[in-house]
């Protein structure tokens, strides 16, 4: 007798359901596992891998250069700024130190940059450099609200917390006779700086995109007319009187600051991404006498490959020497 379906679907063993449902969700945790596992390989190798340091040395030169240089300019205002002679009003709770203590600090800063620069007791140097450039701000400049100085002092803890003198150092000439020796060191470093310039682009645009001033191109003109306004600026807003234009203008910035992040890390348009991020800090400095971002021009090439970097710095040097 042939049985009735529903008594062979009564029938059907509970353990084999069990097992399809077993099955099931071990072929699903496998993939998600495999899945997961490329997820933790890219994030080590987008981080931590083992990379030439060409790139984070020309970094640490560049950047210990332009940071000596900035900080040179507060020569003639210690005593007013960062000593207890002036109007130094600290953030924490300490009192501003002497005018031979702020002289002594101050100098003592000067002297750590110049050796971060050259690549010259390097640990040192760069933990000293990042806590007497916090210790500044906290004194004094953080009264003027400048995003810039925070941006110097987070780099400066990005290079304290690298390799960067593994080439193109002092060190290395002690070490191992000659500038030029090199040993590996890993991403982490110039992956912070990429991702925090990455972030400042963006940050800047999410502005204006969403505060009611930079809605339209009045805001630029008033800036041409402002205290941070250049002759070129003034000449400008003199002579052009339509809004249609300045808007046109205030809606190129928002497209740019969207775009710049965006393109340094496409490789297929980073050059041009380089070119218009290069372009628009110069109308900056041009217009509105901003000259001190012209600093994040200088991370550009951590966002390329540093085996690229190595190659197109050693083809220079060989032709150079030829």
Partial sequence: ??????????????????????????????????????????????????????????????????????????????????????????????????????????????????????????????????????????????????????LYIFLLLCVALSDADATYSLSMYFKQGSVFAARPVTMFAQRLITVQITMTYFGVAMQKLWLPDFQSGEVLSWSFMGLWATPIAFWTVQHIHSIEIFDWWNFCVKVCEIALPIGLWIKPVQKWAFIGGVLFHIFLVALLGMWWFLAMIATYHLFLDPEKVKLFLENLKRQRGE
Wanted: charge should be positive.
């Fill in 1 to 150: 007798m042939t049985p009735h379906p529903r008594s062979a679907s009564r029938n059907f063993p509970l353990s084999q359901l069990m097992i399809t449902v077993f099955n099931f969700c071990k072929s699903t945790v496998r993939s998600l596992v495999g899945r997961g596992g490329q997820g933790v390989r890219f994030w080590n190798i987008f981080w931590f891998r083992e990379v030439p340091p060409q790139a984070i040395a020309l970094f640490r030169f560049l950047g210990g250069g332009w940071l000596t240089f900035y900080w040179l300019g507060f020569a003639p205002h210690v005593s007013l700024m960062f000593s207890r002679e002036g109007i130094a009003i600290p953030l924490l709770p300490f009192d501003p130190p002497t005018l031979a203590l702020a002289w002594f600090l101050y100098g003592l800063f000067i002297l750590c940059l110049i050796l971060v620069t050259l690549g010259l007791f390097f640990r040192v140097a760069s933990a000293g450099a990042f806590t007497l450039a916090a210790y500044h701000w906290f004194l004094s400049l953080n009264h003027f609200g400048t995003s810039f100085d925070l």
